[in-house]
């Protein structure tokens, strides 16, 4: 590896595997930039539960902690870490967390840790990080949600300061807000946030962030080119999973809509709809409303796409459509824009951010009317995008080099003070 570079440790909690290739994908290509200036190691933590009876069996012998390489090249390290807990943790919890939050009066948290589990996660977090054996300067948790709190273990046992940063709906819907997670939030050196909205999400659950900065998502500005290219008949491009908050209901009948009232040709391209094993549901329901709708004779359906071909897909489109309930800062019309097509969104977040009108339009987060409306607007040419431009701007806000210089500030201001 070479020498006199800053190393840091990140923690993932989803991240491609040979079964799911999609899966964390971007987390992987933010790693490999950063590889290019820190020696990064990725550690893809995976909590399993297990009967009391097994794990003292496990415990002697080592075997409750397990690590995995799974990757190595150009000062990337890629580990994959199960660490088995007692199940009964898990239902001590439960008890103490209602026990405590009713007698305390607490509000705002859903859980509280016991004693026991917190010193229990610290201990094997200590034994991670004597099984990697190495020395780091910082410790990025990269999604907090599903490892700030190992983030902040294992930044505290190596005495480093840690960062987070969060893509997920927060809180991610079903969960509640942890007492131990809220201060490893609370006691982060940065936060570093990919959009405004995720910024509001955070604070509205009364959670104080020490310094926030302002990030952004990357996007692989050498992978995603524009390449101007006009079309006989414009093709909109929607590229999401099959999850209720990317709302393909509303897609439909924006649609079915722009089918209606259109008079000029028009293709539909739905992509990646089934890529994500375990986080697309209830696909076939969707082939079938789409193989229903009135657009169904010029809709194209891509189950799934490679992250090597999908720069191919954004380049066969005119613009980029999506439809979703909520967002952090979505990759996909990120990526299309910096392919040079229009982006057509609701005000899901993260959007907002970036998309202004000449770059594209946002309508209210169920109006399919006007979305519809927008989009005829630009098959009959009353709006128009210079692709040239919308590139531009996303090159400069979000391209490689602005991450870089973004999060190198941050790696120099938190580690400075150590």
Known sequence: MPSGRKSILVTVSWYPTKENPIAGSFFKEQCELLSRQYDITVVKLNPANTLWSRYILQRPSGKDISLHKTGEKDGLKEYDCVVFRPVEYAVMNNIHSRVTIKKKGLSGIGSVDTDADIRFWKKHMARLADMLGERFDLVYGLSAQGTSVYAMMLAEYLNVPYILSEHSPFLIPGSTLNATFKESMEKASCFLAISNDKIRQI????????????????????????????????????????????????????????????????????????????????????????????????????????????????????????????????????????????????????????????????????????????????????????????????????????????????????????
């Open 203 to 418: 604070m509205m659950q009364n959670v104080h962030l020490k310094d926030i900065e302002y990030m952004g998502n990357m996007v692989d500005t050498d992978k995603f080119e524009y390449r101007p290219v006009k079309h006989d008949i414009p093709s909109f491009l929607i590229v999401a999973a099959n999850s209720f908050y990317k709302n393909y209901d509303l897609f439909i009948k924006t649609m079915d809509r722009l089918n209606e009232i259109a008079n000029k040709p028009f293709k539909v391209i739905i992509a990646g709809y089934a890529a994500n094993k375990g986080y697309s549901q209830n696909v076939e329901e969707l082939i079938t409303k789409i193989n229903a709708s009135s657009f169904a004779d010029k809709a194209e359906l891509i189950p799934s796409v490679s992250r090597d071909e999908i720069k191919d897909l954004y380049n066969r489109a005119d613009a980029f459509v999506m439809t979703s309930l909520q967002e952090g800062q979505p990759v996909a019309p990120l990526e299309a824009a910096c392919c040079g097509l229009p982006v057509f969104s609701t005000r899901c977040g993260g959007v907002e951010d970036y998309v202004d009108d000449t770059i594209g339009r946002i309508v209210g987060i169920l109006d399919h009317e006007a979305l519809a409306g927008y989009l005829n607007d630009y098959l009959e040419g009353k709006i128009t995008f210079d692709g040239e431009h919308i590139r531009d701007v996303i090159a400069k806000r979000f391209g490689r080099d602005a991450f870089m210089s973004k999060f190198t500030d941050v790696v120099n201001r938190v580690t400075a003070h150590e």
